[in-house]
């Protein structure tokens, strides 16, 4: 696995996790409702992103502020009792058991979700009227 391969997949999906829910330009922490410009959101995991299985798992991330994200440790007590509500509890209890599985990704396989959501993103600025930041 290539350090680049994963920091640039990591941009790409950051990127799209903090665009897919924006409206007009803008979006909301999930966990404290602040509305911020998409760039200056991060992208949070539920599960911490240390685990690979589910560090791309759109489901398990959602756009959050500076403070939530970094300062008060991803809010987790907020953020499982909101995805709780919207993917249920049993989905929460999955990933907690998919976060431990083997994976292993080659540079093909990289490339591949690279791609992709460099393709999500580029059609979510056009969508969504977004200038690009980056």
């Not at 970094?70 to 993917?87: D, H, I, Q, R, V």
Request: glycine share 4%; charged share 30%.
């Amino acid at each position: 696995m290539s350090k680049i391969n994963k920091k640039l997949l990591d941009d790409w999906f950051s990127r799209y996790i903090r665009l897919r829910g924006a409206k007009d330009g803008y979006n909301r922490c999930y966990t404290c409702g602040k509305i911020e410009e998409p760039k200056n959101l991060q992208c949070g995991h539920y599960v911490s992103r240390i685990y690979t299985p589910v560090r791309w798992e759109e489901d398990n991330c959602r756009p959050q502020c500076v403070y939530c994200n970094m300062f008060s440790e991803g809010k987790k007590p907020t953020f499982a009792m909101k995805l709780s509500k919207e993917k249920g509890a049993k989905w929460l209890d999955m990933l907690e058991i998919k976060k431990n599985n083997i994976t292993k990704m080659d540079k093909f396989a990289y490339q591949l979700l690279i791609n992709a959501y460099q393709s999500k993103v580029v059609n979510l600025l056009k969508e969504k009227n977004i200038k690009k930041w980056w």
